[in-house]
């Protein structure tokens, strides 16, 4: 084992990393024995939040992680299991097997092999003492989904601190050591099941939020239940990875987390409920299912806990007996915890694709994108947008530009006023498309409008490579305007010279007056590669027209900060120290100058630039196939 120590925006944290040769079974030290023996009795400040530690795991496809922060979010430690570094005796590439089938699935006895190596760290570090955590919330991958045998649940609340959880659960617990992961496609029939259950994808968005998706977890249970039925019958539980390591944390399976349970394809968002008719396309017995998934989730705006850790982790790591696991969430959800965001704000992640997560009241399904129950703000929900074609669109363009892949050139020619693209339109799908859904294709037109209508002209190129730098990153967000406007509360503010409201304009599923696309989110927040870029940022702040201000964030730990924020206000919450809800609490601690950078407002924008734009993206992509 190794201490790798960087300086992180708050403070350095010193992460241990495990060398092969800690591989081994980690034993708990006679330092964390101890130190449990003489801070257990110690329990005066037991409930005191203020010298208390929360913890938020992580258990992505590549790691499990643990952040550790202080009752004002400020980050004490860190800790990381890596799987193919640290446990390479599960031979996994990138954390999970590509299985000759096609399937793609990750071993559950690496998780819990993970979760004893990731303890051993924390409880060999001298930063700060598991006794004084009162609070462990996380996230998960979503959609995987993980079978216990009959005799899990036994072997589970049975733990002995003396032996693994390895050796106590991977021979006996499991019906099925592998669980499929959300990168699976393996699913086709299942999905097509599923849809053609209830009128069709949007039948199916109506009632779960989504279409049906592979890695969707109805499906995943469907094909096992389906082609591996010895398996189904044998399996006595099913968890999403979410309450799977909630339950090796209680000790006991814990029921599932309702946002998360979202994800599921199963999950009747409007009436809180599994939707019977999507159960039955698993099993004709909708009470046995209904069993193995433990009755109904947990409500996800909930503060209340789970339970207290499991005595293992006390007996073996010196956790304090009194310290409360709250559920946990998947990990799209847990980073829209990460930020005290409120209703109509938006994350936009300029990553390798474009993802937008929008906290929203307004439940709009759509086949094209998600939408999940808020986790910790009541009468909330979150809407995910998925895009294919973001970063390595923009690379394409980049590179015709620039020979040694420098953005300069590509950036000089966005915020060039000279280029004059104002009856232009483009598309740049060098991958098949998810919103909207298309084939790969490129596509220019020139436009010229009259009275309502759009005229385009179908061009081969521009006039010059410039163009196609402001077309592409401009469509790009344009897209997500007008896929984001009717997740926007209807009193959103509206641009300035809202004049032309006489005619409809359709994307995707919708037909809706050009009125609808005038709706602005609040505020938006970069995130992911390309908002270290500053004209591409710009370009995107302008077009989306937050109303509140343009932002950018550092966000390398999302998913885990949001998880030890969401168990430190669930544990605030539910022992009465505040009566805040979950944003108000984050917005009062959170620390603004620090962990976010301001990068501009939105210009009071040309109203009719973009009606006319919005006009002919839609026109264009009406050609696509
Ligand atoms: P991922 O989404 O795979 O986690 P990142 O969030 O790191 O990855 O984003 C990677 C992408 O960020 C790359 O494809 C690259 O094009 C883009 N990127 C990185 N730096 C810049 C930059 N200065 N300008 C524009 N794009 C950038
Ligand atoms: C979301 C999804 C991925 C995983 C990654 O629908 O499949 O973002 O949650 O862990």
Not at 180 to 192: A, I, L, V, Y
């Amino acid at each position: 084992m190794y201490l790798y120590t960087f300086s992180y925006k708050w403070q350095s944290i010193n992460i241990l990393y495990l060398s092969d040769s800690s591989t081994q079974t980690p034993q708990p030290t006679n330092r964390s024995l101890d130190k449990m023996t003489k801070e257990n009795n110690d329990d005066n400040k037991d409930n005191d939040p203020s010298s208390g530690y929360f913890l938020g795991f992580d258990l992505s496809t590549q790691q499990l992680k643990c952040l550790v922060v202080d009752q004002q979010l400020q980050l004490v430690h860190s800790e990381v299991v890596d799987f193919d570094r640290d446990l390479p005796e599960y031979h996994t590439h990138k954390g999970v097997y590509f299985n000759d089938d096609g399937s793609i699935e990750a071993p559950v006895a690496m998780w819990c092999d993970a979760l004893d190596h990731l303890f051993a760290g924390l409880a060999n570090q001298n930063v700060f003492s598991l006794n004084r955590v009162l609070g462990i919330s996380g996230s998960c991958q979503q959609h995987g989904s993980v079978y216990w045998s009959k005799d899990g649940e036994e072997a589970l609340r049975n733990l002995d601190a003396q032996q693994t959880l390895l050796t106590q659960l991977a021979p006996k617990a499991f019906s099925r050591s592998v669980a499929p992961n959300w990168q699976d496609h393996s699913t086709g029939n299942e999905c097509k099941l599923f849809e053609s259950s209830c009128g069709g994808p949007q039948g199916l968005a109506a009632i779960t939020g989504s279409r049906a998706h592979y890695r969707f977890t109805g499906p995943q249970i469907c094909k096992v239940a389906h082609r591996e039925p010895e398996v189904y019958a044998n399996t006595a539980n099913i968890t999403l990875v979410s309450n799977f390591l909630a339950s090796l944390l209680c000790g006991y399976i814990a029921p599932l987390e309702e946002a998360d349970a979202c994800g599921m394809n199963l999950y009747d968002i409007v009436n809180r409920d599994y939707d019977a008719g999507l159960l039955q396309n698993i099993d004709p017995d909708v009470e046995s299912i209904k069993r193995k998934l433990k009755g109904s989730p947990t409500p996800a705006d909930s503060a209340g806990p789970l339970s207290c850790v499991s005595s293992y982790y006390v007996r073996r790591y010196g956790l304090n007996p009194q310290c409360q696991v709250f559920p946990f969430t998947g990990d799209n959800l847990a980073t829209i915890c990460s930020l005290p965001l409120k209703k109509n704000d938006v994350l936009v992640s300029l990553g390798t694709s474009t993802t937008i997560l929008i906290v929203t009241d307004q439940y709009h399904p759509s086949p094209n994108y998600h939408l999940f129950i808020h986790p910790t703000i009541p009468g909330l929900y979150m809407g995910m947008i998925c895009y294919c074609n973001g970063s390595l669109a923009r690379e394409n363009v980049r590179d015709l530009l620039s020979a040694d892949h420098s953005w300069d050139p590509f950036n000089k020619a966005l915020l060039d006023s000279s280029v004059d693209n104002h009856d232009e339109i483009g598309v740049y799908f060098p991958l098949s498309e998810i919103v909207p859904s298309v084939r790969s294709c490129t596509k220019r037109a020139k436009f010229t409008k009259s009275e309502n209508d759009i005229n385009l002209e179908p061009v081969e190129q521009f006039s010059d490579i410039k163009h196609d730098v402001k077309n592409i990153v401009e469509s790009q967000a344009l897209s997500c305007r007008v896929r984001i406007s009717p997740l926007l509360s209807d009193n959103c503010a509206a641009a300035s010279n809202n004049s032309s409201t006489g005619y409809t304009v359709k994307f995707d599923y919708d037909t809706f007056p050009i009125s609808e696309y005038h709706k602005r989110p609040r505020r938006a927040f970069f995130v992911g590669g390309a908002s270290r870029n500053d004209a591409i940022v710009r370009t995107f702040a302008q077009v989306i027209g937050a109303t509140e201000g343009n932002y950018k964030l550092e966000t390398p730990n999302s998913c885990a900060l949001g998880g030890c924020y969401k168990a430190l206000w669930s544990y605030m919450y539910s022992s009465g120290f505040t009566k805040l809800s979950f944003d108000l609490f984050l917005n009062e601690h959170f620390d603004w100058q620090h962990d976010a950078e301001f990068i501009c407002d939105s210009e009071t924008e040309s109203w009719e630039y973009y009606n006319t734009k919005i006009q002919a993206l839609s026109a264009l992509e009406a050609t696509l196939e």
